[in-house]
């Protein structure tokens, strides 16, 4: 589980959300918490598809540094916790960096809801000066179903 939830951050920094949007089952929840672009939840691909179509549009060099992936439980409930820095150049050309976690919820290796908690004052931050620049999607409706 964890060489797989590592080869998912992997894929995420190539800029590749295939093999993410992969790992969903049919019934899943998609979370990112706060009140931004970025923010809400989503049960549909075509709408988790979407919002990883508009991060990398905002955030088109996005780098996360795993540094621990807590795994537990059976493979019928599976938590897996994943601790990150993430570091990303927006669309301006500033360097800013994040930390946060994923908890991902896993039932016989498909994923039921990933909660993607990030510290949402440095992502908001780095919204409104993408927005103040004229970036169509930093300051967009959140992408929900």
């Known amino acids: 589980v964890r060489r797989r939830v ?3 951050f992997e894929a995420v920094n190539r800029g590749d959300a295939d093999p993410v949007l992969a790992t969903f089952g049919p019934k899943f929840e998609h979370v990112f918490l706060g009140e931004s672009a970025l923010g809400g939840t989503r049960r549909s691909l075509a709408k988790t598809r979407a919002w990883y179509e508009r991060l990398y549009r905002l955030l088109p060099d996005l780098h996360f540094d795993v540094h621990t992936i807590e795994v537990s439980g059976g493979p019928w409930n599976t938590l897996v916790v994943a601790h990150w820095d993430e ?6 050309g500033v360097r800013t960096h994040n930390r946060g976690i994923h908890v991902l919820h896993l039932s016989w290796g498909k994923a039921t809801r990933l909660i ?9 931050a780095t919204l409104d000066r993408l927005a103040a620049l004229g970036h169509p999607d930093a300051h967009a409706p959140m992408i929900v179903d």
């Open 6 to 8: 590592a080869s998912l």
């Open 87 to 92: 570091t990303n150049s927006g669309t301006d």
């Open 116 to 124: 993607i908690c990030p510290d949402t004052v440095g992502l908001v």
